[in-house]
C-alpha cells in the first residue's frame, strides 16, 4: 500500500466519522441554530462542529498539510499539500430534512489534486479515489462513468444558484435545451454528490456555476479517476477555483459543453 492509498483510507475513516455526527445531529437541528452567512448560504454549529472534527483528524494523518476549509476553521495554506474541504456539502437539504447531503475531502499536492473521498450520509456511501489508483470505488467496488453517447440519452444534473443572479437568464436557457433534449435534469443540491454521482455512471453530465474549490474538488477528481471528463466552461482547466464547472462521462463531454457554451458565455 502506497502513501496516498494509505492516506485515502484514513480519509474514508475520517468523513464517515463527521458523517456520523452530522447524522446523529440533524433532529436537533432548529431554525435559531442556523446561521446567514449570505443570501440563501446557510451555516449550522454542526457544519462547524465537524469541520473542527475532520481538520484535527487530518493533522494526525499528515502534519504537515495546510487547509482549504469551507468554514475557515485553519487557514494555514501549505507549499506542497493542502487538504480541500467541505465538512457538509447540502446544508439547505441537511436543515430541511432533505437529501443528499455529504463532506467532501481532496488533497492537493502542488497545483494537483491527488486525493478525493464524498461521503454521502444519507446512504452510507462513500465514494474516493488516490492518485496511482485503478480508478475510482464506492464503499470498496470499482465504479466508472456510464456508456451513454449522446446528450438525448443522457440525465443531467446542475445547481442553482443562491445569490449570484446575472447568468440567471442564460442559465435557465440551458435548462430549456437540456429538458427538451435529454432524459431530464436534476437538482439534488449537493455539488459534491452530483459529480460522485457521475463517477459512478448515475448521471451522465453536470455543470454549474458559483461554486467554491471545496465542492468541487473531491468530486471532480473521482469523475476523473473514473472515466470521465472535467472543464470549466471555456473548456479549460480551471474549474476547482474557477467558480464553473462542466463534468461528464466523457463521450458526452463536446456535446454538453458546446451546449453550455451557447449559453453561459454570451
Known amino acids: 500500500m502506497n502513501q496516498l492509498e494509505d492516506l485515502c483510507l484514513k480519509t474514508n475513516e475520517i468523513a ?5 455526527f452530522i447524522k446523529e445531529q440533524q433532529n436537533k437541528i432548529k431554525a435559531d441554530v442556523v446561521e ?4 440563501h448560504d446557510f451555516v ?3 457544519d462547524k462542529t465537524s469541520e473542527e472534527l475532520i ?19 485553519e487557514t494555514y495554506r501549505a507549499d506542497r499539500y493542502n487538504w480541500i474541504i467541505d465538512p457538509l456539502d447540502g446544508t439547505t437539504n441537511y436543515i430541511h430534512g432533505f437529501s443528499p447531503f455529504a463532506v467532501s475531502i481532496a488533497l492537493q499536492e502542488n497545483d494537483e489534486i491527488v486525493l478525493g473521498v464524498v461521503y454521502e450520509i444519507s446512504l452510507d456511501e462513500c465514494f474516493y ?9 464506492l464503499n470498496g467496488n470499482s465504479i466508472h462513468v456510464s456508456k451513454a453517447n449522446t446528450v438525448d440519452a443522457s440525465l443531467i444534473a446542475t445547481g442553482f444558484p443562491y445569490y449570484d443572479y446575472d447568468l440567471l437568464k442564460n442559465f435557465m436557457a440551458t435548462l ?26 448515475r448521471f451522465e453530465a453536470f455543470y454549474e456555476y458559483s461554486l467554491q474549490a471545496w465542492d468541487v474538488a473531491a468530486g471532480s477528481f473521482l469523475v476523473k479517476q473514473a472515466g470521465g471528463a472535467v472543464c470549466d466552461f471555456k473548456g479549460g482547466d480551471d474549474y476547482i477555483f474557477g467558480k464553473e464547472i462542466i463534468a461528464s462521462n466523457g463521450l458526452v463531454q463536446e456535446e454538453f459543453k458546446s451546449v453550455v457554451q451557447k449559453y453561459m458565455l454570451k
Open 16 to 20: 464517515k466519522k463527521a458523517g456520523a
Open 176 to 201: 430549456e435545451y437540456f429538458i427538451l433534449n435529454s432524459h431530464g435534469v436534476r437538482r439534488p443540491g449537493s455539488a459534491a454528490t452530483d459529480l460522485a454521482y457521475v463517477a459512478c455512471g
Open 55 to 73: 481538520v484535527a483528524e487530518l493533522k494526525k494523518i499528515l502534519p504537515e498539510a495546510g487547509f482549504i476549509a469551507e468554514e475557515g476553521t
Open 44 to 46: 449550522t454549529y454542526v
Open 36 to 39: 446567514t452567512k449570505g443570501m
Open 129 to 137: 479515489s488516490w492518485k496511482g489508483a485503478d480508478g475510482a470505488f
